[in-house]
């Protein structure tokens, strides 16, 4: 049996079925149980959490329930999958877990969802409302599969080495294998301040909201190494999940700054902007949280800069946050970008790249496909910095489609 876990910590190093990696391994895990935990209780609103791994050096399943009262109950004993039977509040696994879990009370005030990426069963997720007697609905069943599942993805980037034949299975989820906006063509790229060096603290995304609606997002997490990555994956996470429940880009970025703050241990901040595009509306509405300002141009050629709608995540509570929403029709090319753009500068020198050269190189290259634009600035980029990278880099380019290509 593992010996019960400590509230609030990773499970007992005394364990001598793992090993140092393994246990190294557990304490960034617990980093992400930990923040997945708070999201689950602060930002969806349900009474209790309950996150249980799959352990694999051990084959069970590990984790705790957390409540508003900072109530954690560990499991105690090791939990066979393979078993016929597994006492409540765990449950039987049998082959592989695809769809949620059904709610094992009527009405449902709970809730189980596998967290998985791919085939891999990476643990269960549970929610409970059996306090508040809220029920959980069909469409928060939805958006907690889709929160359990990018938690299934950060925790196997936590594991770092022992991600092994998963490696594919994740290079395929990452944001490089993007959802897709009728009528316009997506091109991106990330380069890390150091070529040797795990993915750090930019990402960008874009997720389908639904069948005419979808979240394009660029930001810049502070700090370096495994640290930031699993920030950058866990706030991935959560927007993604906030995105689900609220249209308003606004409200979005207001959980997200709410939800950092209550990490006891954050003194992290992040820029992002985010915007939700509506096909069927005709709308892009963003909100920028500190971010550089990003650029679009108009069908009739006008650059034009969308600028910061509220303060960085994580630096003060009740900031105000706004929105701003654009004519769609109106889009020709949508450039979003981080801050190694703009500050790349050459080894023997203190001279930005810039925003009025980056402005110049997307108006010089704007003509283009989204693909064009994309290396027609990079390389003049890494002309100007000659070849050399002193900050993580991120850019995406969202650009009409030529209708008669």
């Known amino acids: 049996m593992l010996d019960q876990a400590t509230s609030g910590s990773p ?20 980093d992400v149980v930990d923040i997945a935990s708070r999201v689950a209780l602060q930002a969806l609103g349900y009474d209790r959490c309950g996150v249980f791994l799959v352990e694999p050096q051990v084959g069970a399943l590990v984790g705790h329930w957390s409540s508003h009262q900072g109530e954690e109950v560990s499991i105690g004993p090791t939990v066979d999958l ?18 949620p879990i059904p709610p094992p009370v009527a009405p449902p005030l709970e809730a189980r969802v596998p967290m998985r990426v791919a085939d891999a069963l ?42 092994g034949a998963l490696a594919p299975v994740l290079g395929a989820s990452t944001p490089s294998q993007m959802d897709s906006i009728p009528g316009f063509e997506l091109s991106a790229f990330y380069q890390p301040a150091r070529t040797d060096s795990e993915p750090c603290g930019d990402f960008h995304d874009l997720f389908a909201l639904s069948e005419h ?19 950058a994956d866990m706030l991935r996470t959560m927007l993604r999940s906030f995105a689900h429940l609220d249209p ?22 992040v820029t992002l902007f985010y915007a939700r595009v509506d096909t069927e509306q005709g709308t892009l509405t963003y909100a920028s949280a500190g971010h550089e300002p990003m650029l679009a141009v108009t069908r009739a050629g006008r650059l034009e800069l969308l600028e910061s709608t509220g303060t960085v995540l994580g630096a003060a509570l009740d900031v105000p946050y706004f929105e701003d929403t654009r004519d769609l029709a109106d ?27 980056l402005m110049q190189e997307v108006g010089l290259h704007g003509k283009g496909t989204a693909l064009e634009l994309l290396k027609g600035v990079l390389r003049d980029v ?24």
């Open 11 to 30: 499970p007992s190093t005394a364990d001598p079925r793992l090993g140092k990696d393994r246990l190294r391994a557990c304490h960034r895990e617990w």
């Open 213 to 231: 609606a979808y979240g394009i997002v660029i930001a810049d997490i502070s700090g370096k190494g495994a640290r930031a990555a699993t920030h």
């Open 248 to 269: 308003s880009p606004q409200r979005v970025l207001e959980r997200l700054n709410t939800v950092m703050l209550g990490e006891a241990q954050s003194d992290q901040f």
């Open 122 to 163: 990476v643990g269960i997720l549970a929610v409970s409302n059996a306090e508040s007697r809220r029920p959980v609905a069909p469409a928060d069943l939805m958006a907690l599969q889709c929160f359990a599942d990018q938690v299934a993805l950060a925790l196997l980037r936590a594991r770092g080495s022992e991600l």
């Open 82 to 99: 393979t078993s016929e039977a597994v006492a409540p509040p765990l449950w039987r696994i049998k082959g592989k877990a695809r769809g």
């Open 331 to 357: 889009l020709e090319a949508l450039v979003l970008y981080t801050d190694g753009v703009t500050d790349a500068h050459p080894p023997c020198s203190p001279e930005r790249f810039g925003l009025e050269r």
């Open 382 to 405: 890494f002309a100007f910095s000659q070849g050399t990278c002193v900050d993580d880099l991120s850019m995406l380019v969202m650009r009409r489609c030529d209708p008669a290509a």
